[in-house]
């Protein structure tokens, strides 16, 4: 019996190639016609979807993404106010105000509100812990039940606040987190107005204030309110498209056209160091004299600058209960005194009235004949008077009886006029206070006396303003002898505020200025501010001022001293005038010179020495003045500036 034959299990082991070449082709060519025709199936079906959503759902998926973005107004951060190097006077930062919704919304058909928060303890604790415990969840959980306890609102809000001025990052960032996860929450920016001078220049910032929690800070008053058109700002409208968990995807856009928000910054003339100087003046000035208030003034002459403007009582922005009151520098309207005399001796020699050297007897008391009228003038002063002098000792020595000499030759006409070139009665252009707070003088024309001019040339009889005679004063610093018109603002944004135009000119000959300074300079070295107001570091010309009232006990009320330095190259004037100061229990009478010229003194010696680092007398001196901060914002401001009148040449 023969074996049977077994089946082939096994490939060839060999092949002709050309078998094999043509295999593995048609297998390659099979593969990509089977992967192709998938792909060309998969994306004739993306056409298919595409087209479907677009043609036949289109619309509706539009109207569901217009859904998905909402326009959020953007409050704007009100607008720095800086010193004329950069320094911080008021500023604003960003802050949060955390509210809860204790209501919700009213459902129509139940006529029943619809709480926003269901659950208020375990909402409580989580806010609570948000907050960083401040405050706890017992409080927030208090101020919830008892607001439900009220009545709601038409619409069934019933917000209550938990927590205001929130200026931590963390915060923050956590807070604007969880308002969309966390129904019931409710943050909104806010701005928070800080001086961090606290009263240093309160009187001339002014403040301002949020009339409620959901409006920015207005300012009411100061430079806070006479510059509110350019540092409130504006508020921008912006679209937010947000994705379907009401997160924003995109950079917000704007809707109005405008992407700054911001107020704009305002750069004033105030330096914070001499105002530091002054607020430290009046501080001892009040402790010595104890006045019911003082003012005290620094001038740059070759400008008009308003370097420093203090005041007692004073004013801090950050009391949120207090009240600015009366500007005394920019208001007061008061008698100026004795300050007057160099004023209408200059007049008097600029109509060739008097002469530089003709002599004068510095009476104590001399009678003039106006019409029918006699009118005595005695002379204010005590201790042993000079037998007879020129313009230069009637103005050191401040004698009363011969400045009424230089007024009635000058006549009743001529005084109107010179009264009336220095603007008495005239307020300044002064951009950035309100009109509210900008005083002028006042010459009681209805109850003028035939024989009051004489009055006049001695500052009796008229009031100015402290501003007024700081300005006036200007020109004896002056090489052309002009008056100053005084400039608060340097800048608004990026917009320059130009140097104000100059007032009349005093004295146009140089002999008649150089008796007026001499007598200026007479008044520290040699006359009624000798005692108080001469330095061993500089050389200060100026002039003492004291008035009493007209009626009642005769207590001075206006006491002053105004005066500028250094004599030779002035580079700053100084004003310091105290209001009804008392007299001393050593019997110290309140003069002028003794009750404002230490504060003066003091003022210039820190200044120009301290802070400026002229050489004094000996030679010394210290770190030059910082230069004026050239880097304004270049932003132009929201409201244009109005045009201020050109200066006119020094």
Known sequence: MSTPVRPVTELPRTVPVGLARTTLRTVQRGRTTVVFGLVLLLFAALLVRLGKVQLLGGAGYRGMVDKQQSIVSVAPLRGAILDRVGRALALSRPVRNVFVEAGGVIDRRTDSVLLSVDDVPRFAVTLSELLEGVPSAKEIRELIQKRRQDAFSQSGSAMVPV?????????????????????????????????????????LLGVARAPDADRPPEGIDGIEQGLEAFLCGQTVRRLVPRDGRGRAFVTPRT????????????????????????????????????????????????????????????????????????????????????????ITGARALDLGLVGPQETFELPRSREFRVGSVVTPVRDAHEGEALESGTLVEVIAHSNNPDAALWAHRIGAAGMQTLLADLGVERPFPLLGLPKSREGVGMIPWKKLGIADHLRWGFGHGFTMTPLRLAATFCAFARDDFRTVTPRLVLAVGGETVPELGLGPCLAR???????????????VTDGTGKRSVLSTKYAIAGKTGTAKKPVGDGQYYSCSFVGYAPAERPRIVVLVMAQEPRVKADGAKPYGGAVAGPAVKYIVERTLDDYFGLPTADGSGRAPLPEVAATAPAAAPAVPLSAAPAREGR
């Not at 205001?164 to 920016?189: F, N, Q, S, W």
């Not at 107020?263 to 000035?285: M, Y």
């Not at 007026?516 to 300079?521: P, Q, T």
Request: net charge negative.
């Open 163 to 203: 927590r205001r001025a929130i200026d931590d990052p963390r915060l923050i960032e956590r807070l604007d987190e969880a308002k969309a996860r966390l129904p019931g929450l409710i943050v909104r920016h806010a701005d928070r107005r800080d001086y961090p001078n606290g009263s240093w220049g309160g009187h």
């Open 509 to 523: 000959n140089p002999v008649h200025q150089g008796a007026l300074r001499a007598g200026l300079r007479a008044c």
């Open 255 to 342: 809707v109005d056209g405008r992407e700054d928000a911001d107020g704009r910054t305002a750069w004033l003339s105030i330096d914070l160091v001499v105002q530091g100087f002054c607020e430290q003046a009046l501080d001892r000035l009040m402790d010595e004299w104890d006045p019911m208030g003082a003012v005290a003034i620094v001038m740059d002459p070759s400008t008009g600058d308003v370097l420093a403007m203090a005041q007692r009582p004073g004013f801090d922005p950050t009391d949120t209960d207090g009240a600015a009151g009366l500007d005394l520098a920019a208001q007061w309207r008061t008698e100026v005194g004795s300050t007057f005399k160099p």
